[in-house]
Structures are given as C-alpha cells and as structure tokens.
C-alpha cells in the first residue's frame, strides 16, 4: 500500500536537498582555496636578505669553508715562517755568545798565566846572573875545583829546565840583540855611540832579556841601542 505524500512534505524535502547540494559545493571550494594558498610566509625568499647577500662578498666567502681552510693555512704558514725565522736568529745569537765567552775566557786564561809567570821570571833572571858571576870567576881565578863545577852544571840545568817549561806554556824570550830597536818589544835603558857595523837603532846589548806569551808582551826587553 502507496503512501501519498502532500504537497507541503514534498516542498519540504526538496528545499533540504538543495541546501545540502550548496553545504558540499561550498566545503569543495574551501578545500581548493586553502591547498593553493602558502601555509608559511616563512617559504618566501626575502629579497632584502637576497640583495645583501649579493652585496657582500666577504660574508659569501666566510661560508665557503674551502676559502675559509685556505685562509687558515696561510696564516698558519705565515706564523711558522715567523717562529723558524726567529729561531735562526736566537740560535746565531747564542753561537756568537759562546764564541765571546771562549775568546774572553781564553783572555783570562792568558792573563792569568802571565800573572803566575812573571814573578818566575824574576828567579829565571837571578839563575841567569849566577851564572854569568860563575863565568866572570872562572874567567879571572886561575884554577876551580870539582865543587864549583859541578855547582855552575847544577845551576845551568836548573835554568835550562825553567826554560823548557816557560817553552812548554807558550813563553819564548825576545830577541834583541842586533835587532832594530823596537818599542812595542824593547826599552831603552841608555844609547852609545853606534860602532862601523852598526846601523844607528840598533840594539847593541841586552841587559835584561825580556819575554812574551804568544801576541803578549810579558815583559819587554831592557836594551842599549846605537845612537
């Protein structure tokens, strides 16, 4: 059995139809409007960030980490040169400290030889006038004993001994006689009258030998020179 409807359920039900057909429409256009549209301002590139990146190049080669490594490796070369040049310099410092401080001490070593040596001298000088007072005795007595032989040999070997070992520390006496005088090796303690063979300036007796020590000047030579 038909149920009929009356016009009023009819209008009714067609007017619900309708306005949900337009509810669906309108939910559909949302949809499409809001996928189209950006979800985050965020995503646009800002274009003042853009020119300022364009505008400096120093800040775009900053974020390039190969420029910035190369960077770093030429200033760590550079500070290596530094560092290896002023190690040269301290090393050829400290090389011409030793050799001044081996020239210096070798200074004292010779000054203090030549401090020990010539009051030795003194003791050469009197072995040297007994000697000669041996010769000058020998010469006017008429006869000499064993004793004083073998006294005047003693002392001659005593000074030979003393020589040997001022020889042995580098101490030679200076020539003088016949030698031109000079004054950096000799002194003159009085002048005679040059002799026929004697070019005036020259030494003609020695009167106390004098003595150096290498380029030293222990002591000089007293002499008499020709006028």
Do not use: C, W
Not at 38 to 49: F, K, M, N, S, Y
Not at 66 to 89: I, N, V
């Amino acid at each position: 059995m038909s149920t009929q409807q009356s016009p009023e359920d009819i209008y009714n039900e067609q007017s619900n139809r309708s306005r949900s057909d337009m509810t669906e429409v309108s939910d559909e256009e949302q949809g499409t409007d809001s996928a189209a549209a950006p979800t985050d301002a965020t995503d646009a590139p800002d274009p003042g960030a853009v020119e300022a990146e364009e505008a400096d190049p120093a800040a775009a080669d900053a974020a390039n980490p190969l420029q910035q490594l190369e960077a770093d490796l030429e200033r760590l070369r550079a500070e290596r040169d530094e560092a290896q040049e002023k190690l040269l310099r301290q090393a050829a410092e400290f090389q011409n400290y030793k050799r001044r401080q081996q020239r210096e001490r070798a200074q004292l070593i010779d000054v203090g030889q030549g401090q020990v040596i010539l009051p030795m001298l003194e003791v050469l000088d009197d072995l040297e006038r007994s000697l000669q007072a041996a010769d000058e005795f020998e010469a006017e007595a008429d006869t000499t004993g064993p004793a004083f032989s073998s006294l005047r040999e003693g002392v001659q070997q005593v000074r030979q001994k003393f020589l040997d070992e001022l020889k042995r520390l580098g101490v030679e006496p200076i020539e003088a006689e016949g030698q031109p005088f000079n004054e950096q090796l000799h002194e003159a303690m009085m002048q005679q009258p040059a002799p026929d063979d004697a070019e005036p300036g020259t030494v003609l007796q020695e009167i106390r030998t004098g003595y150096r020590m290498g380029e030293r000047i222990l002591r000089h030579s007293q002499v008499i020179v020709a006028a």
